[in-house]
């Protein structure tokens, strides 16, 4: 990453990484790039029989996260379906949990019983990977260029040229894969919302005051509920809840907002870019390949053609923004419908 343009991108969106609320995002990442690089990577071991609870143990969605969607506890005698043990010697096994949302939860080995020994589980072999393919689509918006087609929206009527939309890039979502992989435990109410349009009738997040800031800045949709859009349609869906979800997609655009992906953006106002530069500076950015997981979306504007959107494949834990290089390099490439666009200037034509 280019570090000074990274210093000055904290100071403009105003992240104190060394005190207050967002000291917590620090720890966060400190602890989850030690821990890379401190502890070899686990695999899934695929068990099959059955796990009879001795206790009321909480059913967990990510063991390192710690994170329990609906509170979901063991029902202390009842019997459930073994999936996986998380390593071998195994600390904890996936469950399949009737009712919990997702389904598939992790718990302590020492919660309950088998009905087998582990070690003579069907396979020993080593699963593989949990996902294969893209994990999660990452949509960035060109802000000038998404607002010359949407010029009623609340964050496009007073766009100024020093402001942060202007020179980098905006939060659209972080999408987890399929694309069927939506509204995850959602209401009615919230769904059909969601879907027509009234975002701010839905429920606010629950973020910090720091994450709040920083979300604002570099979500400017989020005066027109787009937050809690994003979070009801895919974020349900996330591993994780909204604090994670939003921690998470902050790091990315930390990551994205220092390379030379923003600037050739920042550098090329008014001028017609190609998709081959924009993926060349993903290349130089975060390593050759990189550029192949990148798409341009763009939209016509009376007869010029402006690029308003890139989707970025991902796989992998994030932890930190200096993921992005592996996180990109483990998803598939992907086509793009768009060769070539102007990059708009803020401020409506």
């Known amino acids: 990453m280019n570090e000074a343009k990274r210093r000055r991108f904290l100071r403009r969106v105003r992240v104190d990484r060394a005190g207050g609320a967002n000291s917590l995002r620090n720890i966060k990442f400190i602890a ?20 009879t609870a001795s206790a009321a143990c909480p059913a967990l969605q990510s063991i390192s996260r710690q994170t329990n969607p609906g509170n979901v506890a063991l029902e202390q005698g009842a019997t459930y379906d073994l999936v996986a043990a998380n390593k071998t010697p195994a600390s904890h096994v996936m469950l399949v949990i009737p009712g919990a949302e997702p389904e598939r939860r992790w718990v302590a080995l020492e919660c309950g019983t088998t009905d087998r020994p582990i070690d003579q589980a069907d396979n020993t072999k080593a699963a593989p990977p949990a996902y294969r393919g893209t994990q999660y689509v990452f949509a960035v918006n060109w802000q ?21 939309e202007a020179s ?10 399929p694309r069927s992989a939506e509204y995850c435990g959602v209401s009615e109410r919230d769904i059909w919302a969601s879907r027509d349009g009234r975002w ?7 973020l910090t005051i720091a994450q709040r800031r920083d979300l604002d800045e570099v979500m400017p949709g989020s005066r027109s509920g787009l937050d809690r859009h994003e979070w009801i349609k895919h974020g349900t869906c996330y591993n994780g809840d909204q604090r994670d979800y939003i921690a998470d997609s902050l790091d990315l655009m930390l990551a994205l907002n220092t390379s030379e992906v923003a600037e050739l953006f920042a550098g090329n106002i008014g001028r017609r870019i190609t998709l081959a530069q924009v993926r060349a500076a993903f ?19 009376g007869n010029r053609i402006l690029i308003s959107e890139l989707q970025i494949n991902l796989t992998g834990e994030i932890t930190g923004p200096d993921d992005f290089v592996r996180l990109l ?8 419908d768009c060769s070539s666009g102007q990059v708009d200037a803020v401020g409506l034509r």
């Open 329 to 336: 390099l483990a998803a598939d490439p992907t086509d793009s």
């Open 283 to 301: 290349d130089a950015s975060f390593g050759a390949g990189a550029g192949e997981r990148v798409s341009l979306s763009c939209v016509e504007d």
């Open 200 to 206: 701010l009738d839905l429920p606010m997040l629950d």
């Open 168 to 177: 980098n890039f905006t939060l659209h979502g972080l999408w987890p894969q």
């Open 32 to 51: 989850g790039a030690l821990w890379l690089v401190s502890v070899p990577a686990l695999a899934e071991v695929p068990l099959s029989g059955s796990f």
């Open 144 to 164: 000038p260029a998404f607002c010359e087609t949407a010029p009623g929206k609340t964050e496009c009527r007073n766009q100024r040229p020093d402001s942060f």
